[in-house]
């Protein structure tokens, strides 16, 4: 049975920062692409950042690029974002997702067809 399941999530002020993890099981890591996304009230779903764990490629939205940070652990099947100079705009549910993607790197929300339950994120003083 594939799982994501992704933790970290929390009440930070503007300018701190958090580490989210995504915890997986149930298929082949290293194939796998794990991205991750955010939906806000009233929002659709967008795409943060995602790290291909087979060629190691990794991808920024232009909201992320310069605050966050992508990781992968494959020892662990675990991924990461560590998300720096937080801004209320970045108050959100934060989904993992995983994508099969063999050789290549994709973000787009169409190639994800795992994903986990979502930490909520909130940037507020």
């Known amino acids: 049975e594939v799982q994501l399941q992704a933790s970290g999530g929390g009440l930070v002020q503007p300018g701190g920062s958090l580490r989210l993890s995504c915890a997986a099981s149930?298929?082949?890591?290293?194939?796998?692409?794990i991205g991750w996304f955010r939906q806000a009230p009233g929002k659709e779903r967008e795409e943060i950042s995602c790290i291909s764990n087979s060629i190691g490629a990794t991808n920024y939205a232009n909201s992320a690029k310069g605050r966050f940070k992508i990781s992968s652990d494959s020892a662990k099947n675990t991924g990461y974002l560590q998300m720096n100079w937080l801004k209320p705009e970045d108050t959100a549910i934060y989904y993992c997702a995983a994508a099969y993607q063999p050789g290549f790197s994709s973000c787009h929300i169409g190639y994800f067809n795992y994903w986990g339950q979502g930490t909520l994120v909130t940037v507020s003083s």
């Open positions: 149930g298929f082949p890591f290293d194939d796998y692409t």
